[in-house]
């Protein structure tokens, strides 16, 4: 009965927040939100973001609402589900597939490969976790999964080997990393991977985030002790490798310290995502704009719609600005180490992981 309830709620929310969207109500393609929608009667979808979202620097998206429309319009992009409810017969995970590029237009979506959890092994000295990311001799699973570090992650938490590991495990891998990287508690934990579907117990949860400390002593060990002394020694404001500070006010607690572990992690990946964008409009100059438009940032990624005949160009300018290196000198927890996360680049006519390209 309940996974019926839930079943219902995600379906009621694929058709009323994402099929039923309302399209543009006037053109701004000049501005560079030019996205069409395989909807009949239906062009141009737009979203609207919010630069100071969060208090890590991360940006937020919405529906567009009075004043910035007369009429509430759009779709929060930032949003739209990438993955299937395996628990839930409720699909969802081909929703981006309705979005189109214009003609002769094609989507580019570059996106940092497990940018903050490299962030996090710098920051907690994990060296040979950052070798391991250097590999690039990997095995594939029946499931054709890569036996990567959230891969690997998912079989020491789930207990199962790596021919049994499904999009599903490896998604509990990812959540537990991320969890467990920012001191997140069991019952946070639990909750978290419900939103996506996966449902277990409080206890289960604890078991998973045991098994991770256990295999990642740095994490508590370096990371999040040398955060707690920054914060006792610095009057309580952090700075990340690009120079943005944050004083936390909250007082002296767990709930003070899981802030913190967060902050320079998920800035740091935001800011280099933001400033790859202004070096490449530089560098694309007076194409920008005209063969080249940004359409949404996610964090750790961004949509752009590219001219055909310009996407080997802008791939090579998008990868090489992508990817410049993260100077940790730089950071409160001061790091000898410059950081080069790599980017994988996803081209296509339709905005889904695999697509009809150009």
């Not at 939100?33 to 998206?61: D, M, Y």
């Not at 120079?243 to 992690?265: D, H, M, T, V």
Request: hydrophobic fraction near 35%.
């Amino acid at each position: 009965i309940l996974l019926g309830i839930l079943e219902e709620r995600k379906i009621r929310k694929t058709i009323g927040t994402y099929l039923d969207s309302a399209e543009s109500s006037g053109d701004i393609t000049r501005f560079g939100s030019c996205v069409n929608i395989l909807t009949p009667g239906k062009t141009r979808i737009h979203t609207q973001c919010n630069l100071n979202a969060t208090e890590t620097g991360r940006t937020g998206t919405g529906i567009l609402q009075p004043p910035v429309s007369i009429f509430k319009e759009g779709i929060s992009l930032q949003g739209m589900t990438k993955h299937e409810d395996i628990t839930l017969d409720a699909g969802g995970g081909d929703l981006r597939a309705m979005f189109v590029a214009d003609p002769g237009f094609v989507f580019l979506e570059p996106d940092l490969a497990q940018a903050e959890d490299r962030a996090v092994c710098v920051l907690a000295k994990d060296w040979q976790a950052l070798k391991d990311y250097e590999r690039t001799n990997f095995k594939r699973n029946p499931h054709g999964l890569k036996d990567d570090r959230h891969t690997n992650t998912a079989m020491y938490v789930t207990g199962l080997g790596f021919e049994a590991i499904t999009d599903w495990e490896r998604q509990v891998g990812k959540k537990t990393r991320h969890s467990g990287n920012y001191a997140v508690g069991k019952h946070q934990h639990m909750l978290t991977l419900s939103k996506s579907g996966i449902f277990i117990s409080e206890f289960a949860a604890g078991k998973q985030l045991t098994k991770f400390h256990d295999s990642n002593p740095n994490i508590k060990g370096v990371f999040h002790l040398d955060i707690q002394q920054a914060l006792q020694e610095c009057n309580c404001i952090l700075k990340t490798p690009f120079g943005r500070e944050r004083q936390f006010f909250n007082r002296w607690s767990e709930e003070l310290f899981k802030e913190a572990y967060a902050f320079i992690p998920q800035s740091t990946i935001s800011d280099q995502v933001k400033f790859a964008m202004i070096r490449i409009i530089s560098r694309l100059g007076k194409l920008y704009m005209k063969d080249f438009f940004f359409v949404e940032e996610s964090h750790d990624s961004f949509l752009a719609l590219c001219r055909n005949d310009l996407v080997s160009e802008a791939a090579k300018i998008i990868k090489e600005e992508m990817e410049q290196p993260i100077n940790f000198n730089r950071c409160t927890l001061n790091r000898d180490f410059s950081l080069v996360i790599p980017s994988d680049l996803k081209i296509g006519r339709r905005w889904i992981d695999k697509s009809d390209t150009y």
